[in-house]
């Protein structure tokens, strides 16, 4: 008998078709094997059974060089995929987020064009825009796939998620998104732009990209991502420019935004946008821009989630509450902002929403140490907001335990600020009510000194 003549009862189960979700090696193999097999045509026994040896004469091959011979092909457990590396790597495996090809919505064929531009026919996108229809994705909880779509036409991956998010008219790739895109710096970065990943040995199952939600902290170490990864969409706060091969992250912005991509849609204007972009009914980048500025003023306290686009009671609120601290009464604290307001918030003037100065002074230094002397336990309690707590927030980033700040740090003490205060204390090797993320003198002078 021969080799091949050998190889032929593995041909009964040539009918397993390889899943098309599965991004093992295995199934990534049969799927090639697949692909470059001569199709069989009907009538030809005889050569049926040559063309499916010719796929198991392959399929061993591939199975050999995947997992070292017969053992490999068929015994041997795949390595669990490592953790992501903070920090960034670029030696670390890359997510395990495959993607489809390009595809029209709903799957449909997208026509003879290789990628979707700008369209005359639809309303250019917003910053605001896109940061809201990633978060719709982010609250549904969209399953990862790169075959499945969901229920506005897009495909459910990585490029399928900025697809969707800037409005194109397909699902496009990693490798097709810079066609409808301009290359920008890290300086550069607004909401709403991407940071893309293209990986020539692996350009499906290799390569990754994400929508940049804004810093997160004041160093630009970290910045506020959303993407579509395993096993569903998420937002959260990641190291720039990604937990692996972050040196190979390139950052991209949409060039049909509707200021033309040029930034001046209200995110860092310091021009008043107009009584109009506030109120009941608002939706624009102005309002986030709003809230985030009501933040750093001692305004966290009245947003249970955000700041975002969309004009709500938090806003009016912690405006009117801006208001009140200034010394306004009547109509000039309505919860509206005017030019005033603005120009008080985006210049840092005037007192912050709980009575204190935005510049107050420095704590007094510890003339032995040099360091900042320790101001007191009472400081840093639920509630507590002064200017040690931003102080103590900015010196966490600084030493790298920031990661659970999704913005400030602010002078008002958070949960936030006790987790990364509790990540540094456990990084000292204490345990127990030593890391209870309350700073004591001990944790205080490690930090400063």
């Known amino acids: 008998m021969t080799r091949t003549d050998q190889l032929t009862p593995l041909l009964e189960f040539d009918d397993v078709e390889p899943d098309e979700d599965c991004i093992c090696g295995g199934c990534s193999a049969r799927r090639r094997a697949r692909r470059h097999a001569a199709p ?8 049926a059974r040559s063309v499916r040896r010719r796929a198991a004469v392959l399929m061993a091959a591939v199975g050999t060089a995947l997992g070292g011979g017969a053992a490999g092909a068929t015994g041997a457990a795949a390595a669990p995929a490592p953790t992501p590396t903070p920090g960034g790597s670029s030696t670390a495996q890359p997510p395990q987020t495959p993607q489809g090809e390009v595809s029209g919505l709903y799957g449909q064929a997208p026509g003879a064009r290789a990628f979707a531009a700008p369209r005359a026919t639809t309303q250019p996108v917003t910053r605001a825009q896109i940061i809201e229809r990633a978060q719709s994705w982010v609250n549904q909880k969209v399953p990862y796939s790169m075959s499945r779509y ?3 036409g897009y495909r459910q991956d990585c490029s399928g998620f900025v697809s969707m998010a800037w409005g194109l008219g397909s699902s496009q790739t990693t490798w097709t998104l810079p066609n409808v895109a301009e290359r920008i710096t890290k300086a550069d970065l607004q909401p709403g732009d991407i940071l893309v990943y293209n990986n020539p040995a692996n350009p499906q199952a290799g390569s990754h990209v994400t929508i940049f939600g804004g810093w997160t902290d004041s160093s630009r170490t970290r910045y506020l991502a959303y993407e579509q990864t395993s096993p569903s969409t998420l937002k959260r706060d990641t190291p720039y420019a990604y937990w692996n091969n972050s040196a190979s992250y390139v950052p991209y912005r949409y060039k049909g935004l509707a200021t033309g991509g040029n930034g001046n849609d ?14 009941p009914g608002a939706n624009n980048a102005s309002v986030t821009r709003l809230g985030q500025l009501l933040v750093q003023r001692g305004g966290g306290k009245f947003y249970s989630e955000g700041p975002g686009p969309r004009w709500g009671e938090a806003d009016r609120k ?7 601290a200034q010394g306004w009464r009547g109509s000039e604290a309505d919860g509206i902002p005017g030019k005033d307001t603005w120009d008080y918030l985006v210049n840092q003037k005037g007192r912050d929403i709980d009575g204190g100065s935005p510049i107050p002074p420095p704590p007094p230094v510890n003339p032995g140490t040099g360091a900042t002397a320790f101001p007191g336990r009472d400081k840093f309690t639920p509630g507590a907001s002064n200017d040690y707590v931003r102080q103590l927030g900015e010196q966490l980033v600084r030493k790298g335990f920031g990661r659970y700040y999704t913005q400030g740090p602010g002078p008002r003490w958070t949960e936030s600020d006790r987790r990364n205060i509790q990540a540094f204390q456990e990084a000292q090797g204490w345990r127990g009510s030593e890391a209870d993320g309350y700073p004591g003198p001990d944790t205080w002078r490690r930090l400063f000194s």
């Open 40 to 47: 069989v045509h009907e009538g030809g026994h005889a050569a």
């Open 150 to 152: 969901w229920s506005d």
């Open 266 to 279: 209200g995110s860092s204007s310091t021009a008043f946008p107009g009584a109009g972009a506030f109120g």
């Open 318 to 324: 912690a405006t009117e509450a801006f208001q009140l």
